[in-house]
């Protein structure tokens, strides 16, 4: 049972660069999110998907792009790298209805120079 | 807008103490609550709470949830040091803005 599958764990990019962070779960969930970690702010959600074809912005969306094709994938993609997208990167999937839990990828250190 | 708010930001015990860690929120269409635990890599599930008053239990940790005065507390008796994480509280509101808001986590420290 792999649960929230996310690549890489780390990524060195220039500025400018463009990149895609992977996520895939099989647990069937509807609900799939993409979430950034900073010191001193918590996680901050970038984007998230109630289903396959829908996709919304969160809080911080602003130079990151998101698709959800199927079920199982949710790939993000940061168009042109700053700086300022230096973070940690999580990759978060549950199910819609009921309140359930969320399960977390292992995170993505992305070092943006 | 939905809140969550954690207390305290942080927190250096020794083992053998217990803590109580804090968080109020703020939610249109509340859902659930949410505890985790973070150790320098994904959180991983402790708790999920939906109704007042009913204290969920996991070994020394322990949690409970006030839908009136809109907060929660996670218990933890006799500290250990493995116990040294981020506590983070999150909120899950439904309806056709569902989402996960997150606190900014309590780092909780347990000294030998």
């Known amino acids: 049972n792999a649960g929230v599958t996310q690549t890489p764990k780390f990524q060195v990019l220039k500025t400018g660069q463009s990149m895609t962070l992977q996520c895939a779960q099989d647990m069937n969930h509807e609900y799939m999110s993409w979430y950034r970690q900073d010191p001193g702010m918590g996680l901050r959600l970038i984007h998230y998907?109630?289903?396959?074809?829908?996709?919304d912005q969160g809080e911080v969306p602003n130079g990151y792009n998101v698709s959800r094709s199927t079920t199982e994938d949710f790939p993000l993609r940061l168009l042109s790298a700053a700086p300022s997208q230096t973070s940690v990167y999580f990759c978060?999937?549950?199910?819609?209805?009921?309140?359930?839990?969320?399960?977390f990828g292992q995170g993505t250190r992305l070092t943006v120079v | 807008e939905d809140k969550v708010v954690q207390s305290p930001l942080s927190l250096v015990v020794h083992e053998g103490d217990t803590v109580t860690l804090n968080c109020s929120y703020e939610v249109t269409n509340f859902r659930s609550l949410l505890w985790y635990k973070q150790e320098k890599k994904a959180p991983t599930f402790l708790f999920m709470l939906?109704?007042?008053?009913i204290e969920k239990k996991s070994g020394r940790l322990s949690s409970i949830l006030d839908k009136k005065e809109l907060f929660s507390i996670l218990n933890i008796t006799a500290t250990q040091t493995g116990d040294s994480a981020v506590y983070l509280c999150?909120?899950?509101?439904?309806?056709?803005?569902?989402?996960?808001?997150f606190g900014k986590g309590t780092l909780l420290t347990v000294n030998p």
């Open positions: 998907s109630v289903g396959a074809g829908i996709t």
């Open positions: 999150v909120l899950n509101s439904g309806g056709s803005n569902y989402k996960l808001t």
């Open positions: 978060a999937s549950s199910f819609h209805r009921g309140g359930t839990e969320a399960f």
């Open positions: 939906t109704s007042s008053g």
